[in-house]
């Protein structure tokens, strides 16, 4: 901060704003600020209250917990003992540091580490042993009794269980939603037309604050617990009460309340940390979200000696993990023709970072969705990338907008060609551009992909070598890219050298073939070799990916058996089906396509596969899923090696796959597997199956 700035009316301004957003974050309102950016408000004004002392008034927002008080509805309830929140640290240093003050002022501790579950904290208070009320944390010392609602949990008990019971007891937790739930309860939420939740967070601070606890129990809230509050014996032994972290969480088992299963007892930073880091690669193959992990001091006597805080233990932390959803500006919404005519309108931001890399573009996919999410061109939005999933716009913040913002219409023309855009199916959500025989931004796009990994792997065929065959006349479209000869490239600014040369011994003047240009015909050349599914890919016939394509190159062995078949043995295929086979059908029947499969076929592109007899069939029947990163195979050769021996290669995870391969990070499909019982093996146990055709 500079120091032209008062500091006195920098902490008034950020008091406020803290104050704002706590209303809204703990209210019904959605907020209006990431957690990331509110997290930066909250520092700054504990970085100026330390800098300036005078200002750090007892009910500054550094000293206190939660939404301030307000006119709620539920009535308002006194914890019996104050419900904390928890200091944070968004750096491993800031661990590092919080541990090795720990170490040197009382010695190396245990230390319990556990995730940070994204949800809204609950005390529920037991008399013995009977659930009597169930609070929110409110401000940290009034919360609004929501007991109905908690009565509806299935995780929450009615009575305690063991016979351990204190006379009263208050229990905290962490309430959520699990990801699941709160995407089926989205899908359905569209399906009836209505606008989805933000986040699970949100949907389970709702869900919990409902007036109907009807609508509660229709919501699969699930609990974690993770701290005592008020606790009295009363004449049963004090021999009971935990000595340690580990030991509280025993005895809320023993009580059949839920606990987290990942939570683990460490010593000394490197276990900490390399825990930390395990616990970010798991996140998101978890069943709720979680924004970090706590540590909490195992031994409680230690808990004692450090105290607390007004508003947080000394003997506890959080990590939080960096954010994955941030805010930026939607400069613009613009629209792409892909290789299929498939128009798809993308935001333009404000670049900003999330979850580690700089983010531009996402897609918007098609007109509905930007009606859907409801975003105008000017809009902050709230952009959200979890891991290695793809950048998602997910909504607008309409309490930040200043009118200046403005609708976006479909335009009626396509952008590259100008051809009226159509709908190829009435009620299809997709507007398209039929004009696929001449529309530049096609044929650019259709080879490319002929050279892309997934189709038939051209090392130089990228977006700028097909841009430059078609500016340039070479190619009117993909069926010459096979014949192409060195006299046509010489007709390519981009493939011909710009002045003279001398390369291994050879003179070469400006005007010749480069080098990446002679590359581009080897390139072709060896594509000719390419199995059979992968010229189908190529063929970019809509529906017609890379599973439909095996499954076809399998079933008929050549393209001109495909072209023959009737659309009944077409769709007779596993994996196969109605719109593939009517799709395939109708591809073929038209002239400049037939063209182009001619003309492949002409230049040596092979048209015909042979069954490989030499492989034994041991997957015949089975169904099966590859997820995460193995070692011996790529994605597609997984694929392959459970193809050629007979079996499925099914890319998401139902009651009918038989195994699911997990290799390094798998995430949710291995997850989804757990949930359905179906077996989760290793690369180890699948080479065995692949060679013994069982386990
Ligand atoms: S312990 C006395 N443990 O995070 C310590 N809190 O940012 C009280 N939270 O208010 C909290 N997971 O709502 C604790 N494993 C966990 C947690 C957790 C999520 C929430 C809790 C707390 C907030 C603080």
Redesign the pocket.
């Known amino acids: 901060m500079s120091e032209t700035i008062d500091p006195r009316a920098r902490h008034q301004e950020l008091v406020q704003q803290i104050e704002e957003h706590r209303a809204r974050y703990y209210g019904e309102d959605a907020p209006i600020i990431s957690d990331a950016a509110y997290d930066a408000l909250e520092s700054e004004l504990r970085d100026l209250e330390a800098a300036h002392p005078e200002l750090a008034e007892p009910d500054s927002p550094t000293q206190t917990v939660g939404a301030a008080r307000g006119e709620t509805g539920f009535a308002s309830v006194q914890h019996r003992e104050r419900?904390?929140?928890?200091d944070n640290a968004f750096s491993i240093q800031e661990v590092d540091a919080w541990l090795e003050r720990l170490a040197r002022e009382l010695g190396a501790q245990e230390v319990v580490c556990?995730?940070?579950?994204d949800?809204?904290?609950i005390s529920l208070t037991y008399e013995n042993g009977t659930l009597v009320r169930g609070v929110t944390?409110g401000d940290g010392t009034t919360g609004e009794d929501v007991t109905a609602n908690v009565r509806t949990m299935g995780d929450i008990p009615d009575t305690l269980s063991g016979d351990n019971i204190p006379e009263l007891v208050e229990i905290?937790g962490?309430v959520y939603l699990p990801l699941a739930a709160f995407e089926e309860l989205n899908e359905r939420m569209v399906a009836e037309g209505k606008p989805p939740y933000a986040n699970p967070r949100n949907t389970a601070a709702g869900s919990l604050r409902q007036k109907d606890s009807t609508v509660t129990a229709s919501r699969p809230l699930a609990l974690?617990a993770?701290?005592l509050g008020a606790l009295e014996w009363g004449a049963q032994g004090a021999d009971a009460r935990a000595e340690s972290q580990a030991g509280i969480y025993e005895v809320l088992a023993g009580w059949g309340l839920p606990v987290?299963e990942h939570t683990r007892v460490l010593t000394g930073v490197d276990h900490i940390e390399r825990f930390l880091k395990e616990l970010e690669e798991k996140r998101h193959s978890m069943v709720h979200e979680i924004d970090g992990a706590?540590m909490?001091v195992n031994s409680r006597s230690v808990q004692g000696q450090l105290g607390s805080t007004s508003r947080a233990?000394r003997w506890?932390l959080?990590y939080k993990f960096p954010p994955e959803e941030v805010h930026t500006t939607l400069e613009d919404i613009r629209v792409d023709v892909g290789r299929t005519g498939r128009v798809t309108p993308y935001g333009v931001m404000t670049p900003i970072t999330v979850a580690g890399s700089t983010v531009t573009y996402a897609t918007l996919h098609n007109r509905h969705e930007v009606k859907r999410k409801g975003v105008l061109i000017g809009d902050s939005v709230v952009l959200r990338k979890a891991g290695d999933v793809i950048p998602e716009i997910v909504g607008p913040v309409v309490a930040a907008r200043d009118g200046s913002e403005r609708e976006w219409t479909m335009p009626e023309g396509c952008p590259s060609c100008g051809t009226t855009l159509v709908e190829q199916k009435e009620g299809d959500k997709d507007l398209r551009c039929p004009n696929s025989q001449y529309c530049p931004a096609q044929i650019t796009d259709r080879i490319a992909f002929i050279g892309s990994r997934g189709a038939l792997d051209v090392e130089v065929l990228g977006e700028k070598a097909a841009v430059a065959l078609v500016e340039a006349g070479v190619l009117s479209n993909e069926a010459g890219l096979f014949s192409l000869t060195e006299g046509d490239l010489a007709r390519v600014p981009l493939f011909t050298l710009e002045s003279d040369s001398t390369k291994d011994g050879v003179d070469r003047k400006a005007g010749d073939v480069s080098t990446n240009g002679l590359r581009l015909l080897e390139n072709l050349n060896s594509a000719k070799e390419q199995p059979l599914w992968r010229v189908i890919v190529s063929l970019s016939m809509r529906h017609v990916g890379p599973t439909a394509s095996r499954a076809l190159a399998t079933a008929f062995e050549s393209i001109p058996a495909i072209r023959e078949a009737t659309e009944e043995q077409l769709s007779a295929v596993d994996g196969v089906g109605p719109t593939i086979a009517d799709s395939v059908k109708r591809w073929f029947e038209v002239d400049w396509h037939r063209d182009i499969v001619d003309r492949w076929a002409q230049a040596g592109v092979r048209m015909q596969d042979e069954r490989d007899e030499s492989i034994a069939r041991t997957l015949e029947g089975l169904t099966i899923v590859a997820t995460g990163s193995l070692e011996g195979f790529t994605r597609d050769s997984v694929k392959e090696a459970i193809i050629s021996r007979g079996g499925k290669a099914a890319g998401s995870v139902s009651k009918k796959t038989d195994y699911v391969v997990a290799g390094a990070n798998a995430g949710s499909k291995a997850a989804k597997a757990e949930e359905l019982g179906v077996p989760v093996i290793s690369e180890a146990e699948f080479v065995r199956l692949m060679a013994e055709g069982s386990l």
């Open positions: 419900m904390m929140s928890l556990e995730p940070k579950i949800g809204l904290s944390r905290r962490e974690t993770y701290a987290s706590v909490k233990p506890a959080a």
